[in-house]
Every structure is written in C-alpha cells, then in structure tokens.
C-alpha cells in the first residue's frame, strides 16, 4: 500500500492505493478524517538583507532557530523535507533572522524562506 496526500477544495486528504494483480487497476481508499489543516499565510519578509532561497521546491518540515534570532554563517535555519528527504537549509551569512514560512508550508523552488539582516 502507498500513501499520498491530496488536496480537495482546499481540504487535505490521506489516500491509501493499494496494488493489485492481474488486470484490475488500482482503487485509491479515502480516510475520512481530513490531514492536518494548512499552514497560515507567511508574513512577507523585510525589506533589505540577505534572502535565503529555497533551492528546490518540498515542505518546511521545522524551523530551527526562533523568530529574531542572531544566527551566524552556515548556522541550520530549518528542515526542507523534498522526495521523503530532510535538507538543512543555512544561513548564508551572520545577522537576524526573520523567517517567511510557516512550518508545515509548502514551498516552490527560489521562494524565499527568510531573510537575515
């Protein structure tokens, strides 16, 4: 059985597809309790400093410093799970961090996830 999330007039759903012989293709068994709700809106980030970049698109899976933090150069910022992966994404230089996503957010390639000042 393989699992997947699919998003259905705004609600989150866990799909189960199971594989079968023969013939047959594949019915996909919806839960009916829906996933966890979206993440808010993120803030937009400030104006001025250094934004860091999603490199690819995935889903912030947590953030790992806090809001106006003093970070320094290649200090982990947050988890980018993408392809079932965990990437640290790191501060390209010393200063504050401000954060634009929200942990459980889903993010495009060249988003910007934070900026530090």
């Known amino acids: 059985m393989r699992n997947f999330i699919i998003t259905v007039d705004g609600k989150r759903y866990e799909v189960g597809v199971e594989e079968v012989g023969g013939e047959a293709p594949a019915v996909p068994v919806v839960s009916r309790a829906a996933a966890a709700a979206p993440a808010p809106a993120p803030k937009a980030a400030p104006a001025g400093g250094t934004k860091v970049l999603a490199p690819f698109p995935g889903l912030i899976k947590n953030l ?19 392809m079932k992966m965990d990437n640290d994404i790191t501060a390209p230089c010393d200063g504050t961090v401000s954060f634009s996503v929200a942990k459980g957010a889903n993010v495009e390639s060249d988003a910007v996830l934070a900026v530090i000042g």
């Open 64 to 82: 790992l410093v806090a809001e106006g933090a003093s970070v320094k150069k290649d200090q982990p910022l947050l988890v980018l799970e993408a």
